[in-house]
């Protein structure tokens, strides 16, 4: 029996000293009429040996291509030491530290996690994680409008430079509390905010102002204009940051008169692999002003019954096991793992590392940038400035040329048709530390072929 | 290895200029950002030797009790063994490395793990579709009552609004009605630790939507009037949301879709032994009735001949939309994947049988005892509830005394003071995978302190001793807010 450790002998005593004579007879409380005999569609079981098979098998299938996808996820160099540590039984299978003293080493990691991202983001507070980017960007506007008491609107501006399934994402969380999340026009020729439909809103009601830094396209916003606008007007901001950004960038706590109110965004970069999708992991920071409208697990330092310094989860109020319907959310469970990885990732790569890790994205990019658009039929979509990724324009439609490279194992880009479609043929486009010159060279020379392929047919 | 040496902040090991400089790409200029856009000066994060951080984070989770250290029967959150293979083989290159905007032809093998994963689920709890994107217990609430609110405005039912909730419900559930823009209305327990069917009628209205129940509940023992109770609901004009946490107890003895549900999410950290990593990831899988079925959130994995493809809002028009960034936590449903099929048909059942009966061996042992089951006249689910309210009027010792000194004993605490309507109470699950020697050792441990209570009751009041802290100040904690380590500025 996998995993069950019962003998025989066990389980006649166990019944013996219950005073049932078979293990169906602890089930008699369970109308007999709702009882299943058997599964019918659950396969029967098979070995390790054999599971481990038929898994190397389809993760073989689907091979490792040259990537150069991000569009919300990001391909990183994960030190060695980030896995090995996370997957010790102590953290990989311990749970939410509600006993806090036989849970040091998560309450103390927590802890260190938020002192790293409120650093980097130069905000008061970190929460100790959320579910990812995208769900983090809806408790961020749920939040905005419990905080800003005097906005009566609940509405929340939402560029369309903000990837559009986080928009999509805040939308379905947020509709039933009632929020109303606008969108704003990005102007087509720099690829930000327009300024002049942020200026249109002047005066009005507004709750809060979301700013991706980099924004969906890789393209850098003004966040000062905007973050003063808001100011200006009374919103609250909400800064949609890429963390790896920070080390480089002007971090949202330093933005405008008086820096971001809130600052969410995936920290999935920091140790966590591209995993087909998940599990990544979501942060947000705050002012102090705002810290009882956090959501999530916040960890505290504290002193023990002797005076000497311990960690405990705090400010538990705010949570759902204590408030129920009354709570900042109904978050539990969430990303601790992925929190755990982050933070050593953090601690391995320290400033210079991560300032390192930035620049280098920004480099890789922009030889990508110039490598691809000396290909006839492929140009910029807009001027930079630009973090790690870039929108590219084709001659031709998206679809087909991603299908061609996919052939040639590249995975060359993310299509803008079906969320962008005024663009037009548009490619976005991502370059990390972890592309090569050799790596641009090689997607370069297969696009160059895909294009003069399809110009002759 | 528990220790009491305690151990800095990763802040103060740094030094200037130190670093884990094998991890460093190579330096390059900043390019075109403009000055103004530039952070001033270098972030605060640590600066130290891989081997720091390395040594750092091992004593870290040293100071740790898990599954694979300790017995750790924390109720309502099954803590049982995690095999490793679920976590080797979700690490597989291929799986790990693959970017999921990557395309359908490169995702055949993972997406061939979830579309079974999706029919096992399907099947092991009786429902006609699932979803796997909820990326947690509580996204999995929400989407389903999210669901139940899209199906009464789809049919112009637009009063429905008010979500039925008994007052044994974990936090999660009022919480989430409350996100989904519902109001809640709690029902009483009856003293036998069934629904108030008297009271549930009483709340039943023209302006219910549904109701959310845990079977067994949180109380550890099963809705044995499940059936009219879902009839009720449904003439109502309400519908039934499953709250999945303790799946584990019914594993394919009772299905929640035979038992009438229309909704219900899965723990997959819990009943598919996924980890539980210090707080998640959690994985919190939909499944729905066929009435439901056109607002199951995107995205959902689709077979078409041999070929899968992920379904989103073009195929589901009526979804409820997305939850998540991608596809949820597909690392977390790998590791589902691996141990359900490792598991198998038989399996499934087993876990259900031998944690329960784990658990009412363990309530039986300590019943014997002395100590007093909350619902004794009753069978225990795959946990039960014992108060010791006895023990905290005649000795003065709470159940929070007792939970910090079995850690002392080597025992993680069960659930203390949840559910709230059992005064002084230990919610204890020990799940399937733990030996009866371990049991017999818990129960041995529970009977030590009680005499400890009766003969030096400071010894508990003053627990643990053993740990690396002693009992904690969260009083202090919450006022005197220290939540971020500040660099010391000059």
């Not at chain 1, 979509?381 to 998206?398: I, N, Q, T, Y």
């Not at chain 2, 979804?319 to 359900?340: D, E, H, K």
């Not at chain 2, 002392?408 to 559910?419: E, I, L, S, V």
Request: neutral net charge; proline residues 7%.
């Amino acid at each position: 029996m996998p995993y069950i450790p019962h003998t025989q002998d066990d389980v006649r005593a166990m019944l013996d000293r219950i005073g049932v004579p078979s293990i169906d007879g602890l089930f008699d409380e369970i109308p007999v009429a709702l009882r299943v005999e058997s599964l019918p569609g659950v396969p029967d079981a098979l070995t390790e040996m054999e599971v481990s098979r038929l898994a190397a098998q389809r993760a073989a299938a689907d091979g490792s291509p040259l990537n150069f996808i991000g569009a919300g996820a990001y391909e990183h160099h994960i030190p060695a030491p980030v896995w090995a540590l996370v997957t010790r039984g102590e953290i990989y299978s311990a749970y939410t530290p509600y006993q806090a003293e036989a849970s040091q080493g998560t309450l103390q990691i927590m802890y260190e996690y938020q002192s790293m991202i409120a650093g980097l983001a130069a905000m008061d507070v970190s929460n100790a994680s959320l579910y990812d980017g995208a769900s983090a960007l809806a408790e961020a506007c749920l939040m905005a409008v419990r905080a800003h008491r005097r906005s009566k609107s609940a509405r929340i501006l939402v560029p369309d430079t903000v990837n559009p399934v986080w928009r999509r994402v805040a939308s379905a969380i947020t509709e039933g509390q009632g929020l109303r999340l606008e969108t704003l026009a990005c102007d087509p020729a720099t690829g930000r905010i327009d300024p002049a439909a942020l200026a249109a809103l002047s005066g009005e009601d507004i709750t809060a102002l979301v700013v991706p830094q980099p924004n969906f396209f890789g393209q850098l916003e003004d966040a000062d204009a905007l973050t003063r606008w808001a100011r200006a007007n009374g919103a609250l901001v909400i800064a949609a940051v890429n963390p790896v950004s920070l080390a480089v960038m002007k971090p949202p706590g330093e933005w405008g008169d008086g820096g971001a109110d809130i600052a969410c965004g995936d920290a999935q970069p920091f140790g966590v692999p591209l995993s087909s999708g998940g599990p990544y992991v979501g942060f947000m920071a705050c002012r102090m002003e705002h810290v009882r409208q956090l959501p999530g697990r916040i960890a505290g330092r504290t002193v023990d019954a002797e005076g000497k310094p311990g960690f405990t989860l705090t400010l538990q109020a705010r949570e759902q096991h204590i408030r129920r319907a009354k709570a900042t959310s109904n978050i539990c469970t969430n990303q601790g793992l992925l929190m755990s990885a982050a933070t050593i990732h953090l601690a391995l790569l320290g400033p210079a590392g991560l300032e390192r890790v930035a620049r280098a994205c920004i480099a890789r990019t922009s030889e990508l940038v110039a490598a691809l658009t000396q290909l006839p039929g492929v140009r910029a979509a807009f001027p930079g400035p630009r973090f790690h990724e870039a929108v590219l324009k084709l001659d031709r439609p998206v679809a087909p040329v991603l299908e061609a490279l996919a052939a040639d194992g590249i995975i060359g880009g993310f299509d803008l048709a079906r969320d962008y479609p005024a663009m037009g043929d548009a490619l976005l486009v991502c370059a990390t530390e972890t592309r090569t010159r050799a790596d641009i060279e090689t997607y370069a020379r297969a696009l160059g072929a895909v294009q003069g392929r399809a110009a002759v047919a | 290895m528990i220790t009491r040496k305690p151990e800095p902040l990763i802040f103060e090991l740094s030094r200037a200029g130190r670093g884990a400089t094998a991890q460093y790409p190579a330096a390059e200029p900043l390019g075109d950002v403009p000055p103004g856009f530039r952070r001033r000066g270098q972030p605060p994060l640590p600066e130290v030797s891989e081997l720091q951080a390395v040594r750092h984070y091992t004593r870290l989770s040293q100071l740790n009790f898990g599954i694979d250290t300790h017995f750790y029967p924390l109720g309502s959150c099954t803590m049982k063994y995690n095999p490793r293979a679920c976590n080797a083989l979700a690490m597989l290159p291929g799986f790990l490395g693959r970017h999921p905007l990557a395309g359908a032809a490169t995702g055949q093998g993972v997406m061939a793990c979830l579309f079974e994963l999706q029919e096992m689920l399907k099947h092991v709890t009786g429902m006609a579709g699932v979803s796997l994107t909820p990326m947690a217990g509580a996204q999995g609430e929400f989407a389903g009552v999210a669901m139940i609110r899209a199906y009464h405005r789809a049919r112009g039912d637009l009063a429905r609004s008010e979500i039925i909730v008994p007052d044994a419900a974990h936090g999660t559930n009022p919480a989430t009605a409350t996100m989904c823009g519902m109001k809640v209305r709690e029902i009483p327990t009856l003293p036998d630790g069934d629904v108030d069917l008297a009271a549930l009628e009483a709340a039943l209205s023209p302006a219910t939507a549904g109701i959310m129940l845990t079977n067994p509940s949180t109380l550890g023992v099963f809705e044995r009037r499940i059936v009219e109770i879902a009839r009720k609901v449904h003439e109502a004009g309400g519908l039934l949301y499953y709250d999945g946490a303790n799946l584990n107890a019914i594993l394919g003895k009772v299905r929640p879709g035979d038992m009438g549900f229309d909704v219900i999410h899965m723990n997959l950290h819990k009943t598919f032994s996924t980890p539980h990593g210090g707080g998640g990831p959690g994985s919190g899988a939909v499944g729905v009735g066929q009435r439901l079925l056109p607002y199951l959130p995107v995205p959902v994995v689709g077979r078409e001949g041999e070929r899968y493809r992920w379904l989103d809002e073009r195929d589901l028009p009526d979804s409820i939309g997305r939850l998540s960034g991608f596809m949820g936590n597909t690392g977390v449903l790998l590791r589902a994947w691996v141990y359900m099929r490792i598991l198998g048909a038989a399996g499934m059942r087993r876990v259900a049988e031998y944690s329960t009966l784990n658990a009412n061996y363990l309530m039986a042992r300590l019943a014997e005892a002395g100590f007093e089951p909350a619902y004794s006249g009753r069978r225990a689910s795959h946990e039960f509830i014992v108060t010791l309210k006895r023990e905290a009027r005649e000795l003065g010792v709470t159940a929070m005394d007792f939970a910090k000194r079995l850690l002392d004993h080597g025992y993680h605490a069960p659930t203390t003071y949840f559910p709230l309507l059992v005064p002084e109470c230990l919610l204890i699950e020990p799940t399937e995978t733990e030996t009866r020697e371990e049991l017999d050792g818990f129960v041995e441990a529970l009977v030590a302190i009680r005499r400890e209570a009766e003969t030096d009751a400071a010894m508990l009041k003053s627990a643990p001793h053993t740990m690396p802290v002693r009992r904690l100040d969260d009083v202090r904690a919450a006022r005197q807010l220290d939540v971020a380590w500040k660099p010391v500025t000059a």
